[in-house]
T-cell receptor, first 114, second 116 residues
Framework: NAGVTQTPKFQVLKTGQSMTLQCAQDMNHEYMSWYRQDPGMGLRLIHYSVGAGITDQGEVPNGYNVSRSTTEDFPLRLLSAAPSQTSVYFC?????????????FGPGTRLTVT | AQKVTQAQTEISVVEKEDVTLDCVYETRDTTYYLFWYKQPPSGELVFLIRRNSFDEQNEISGRYSWNFQKSTSSFNFTITASQVVDSAVYFCALLSGPYNTDKLIFGTGTRLQVFP
C-alpha cells in the first residue's frame, strides 16, 4: 500500500490564482480530511468527508472547496489564493468500521502564496 | 467545546535526560480518544499512541510512556533517556463527539530539542 499520497510537495502561487491539491489513499478508508498547519497554531481542520459524495466543513473552511467523487480521492481546491493561505497542508484518512480512529497522514504540501 | 492545550512551546534537554511533555484536554463527551503524534524535521506526522477514555492504564513502549489521568484531564508523554533522534515537534490531539465525524482537535505542539 502506498498509504496517503499528496501532490504536489511544493507549490508557489500568486495572489488570485486557483489550484487543486491532490490527495489519494489506497486503504479503502471511508473518512478523509484536510488540515492546514501554521506556526504556533497546530493543525486545523479545513474540510472532511465521511464517504464518497459526502463532505462537510471543519474549523477553517473559507477559501477552500472539496469534493469526494470516489473513495480514493479527496482534492482540495483553492478558489482564489491569498497570502493568508500560505501554509503546509496535510491530507489524512482513517477507517470507519473499527475503533482505532488512527488517522494516517500524507507527507504534506507546502504552499506559498505571494 | 473541545480543546487541547500544550502549554510547553519548546523544551531543550541534553541527551539521556528524561523529559515530560504535558497535554491537557477539554471535552464534555464521556467517550473520546486521545492521541500523540511526532513531527520530525522532515515534516511528516508519525502516529505514536491512541488512548480511549475508558482505559486509564498507563502505557510504556520502549523509552516512551504515557500517563492518562481523567481526574486532571491530562495525557502526558514521557521520554526516558532522551536521544538526539527524539528531536521533533510533538502534538497531542483529541477526538470526541458523534461517531460519524472526523474532527480531530490538535494542540499547538511542543518542540523538543535534544542536544548531544
Amino acid at each position: 500500500n502506498a498509504g496517503v499520497t499528496q501532490t504536489p510537495k511544493f507549490q508557489v502561487l500568486k495572489t488570485g490564482q486557483s489550484m487543486t491539491l491532490q490527495c489519494a489513499q489506497d486503504m479503502n478508508h471511508e473518512y478523509m480530511s484536510w488540515y492546514r498547519q501554521d506556526p504556533g497554531m497546530g493543525l486545523r481542520l479545513i474540510h472532511y468527508s465521511v464517504g464518497a459524495g459526502i463532505t462537510d466543513q471543519g474549523e477553517v473552511p473559507n477559501g477552500y472547496n472539496v469534493s469526494r467523487s470516489t473513495t480514493e480521492d479527496f482534492p482540495l481546491r483553492l478558489l482564489s489564493a491569498a497570502p493568508s493561505q500560505t501554509s503546509v497542508y496535510f491530507c489524512a484518512s482513517r477507517e470507519d468500521h473499527t475503533n482505532t480512529y488512527e488517522q494516517y497522514f500524507g507527507p504534506g504540501t507546502r504552499l506559498t502564496v505571494t | 467545546a473541545q480543546k487541547v492545550t500544550q502549554a510547553q512551546t519548546e523544551i531543550s534537554v541534553v541527551e539521556k535526560e528524561d523529559v515530560t511533555l504535558d497535554c491537557v484536554y477539554e471535552t464534555r463527551d464521556t467517550t473520546y480518544y486521545l492521541f500523540w503524534y511526532k513531527q520530525p524535521p522532515s515534516g511528516e506526522l508519525v502516529f505514536l499512541i491512541r488512548r480511549n477514555s475508558f482505559d486509564e492504564q498507563n502505557e510504556i513502549s520502549g523509552r516512551y510512556s504515557w500517563n492518562f489521568q481523567k481526574s486532571t484531564s491530562s495525557f502526558n508523554f514521557t521520554i526516558t533517556a532522551s536521544q538526539v533522534v527524539d528531536s521533533a515537534v510533538y502534538f497531542c490531539a483529541l477526538l470526541s463527539g458523534p461517531y460519524n465525524t472526523d474532527k480531530l482537535i490538535f494542540g499547538t505542539g511542543t518542540r523538543l530539542q535534544v542536544f548531544p
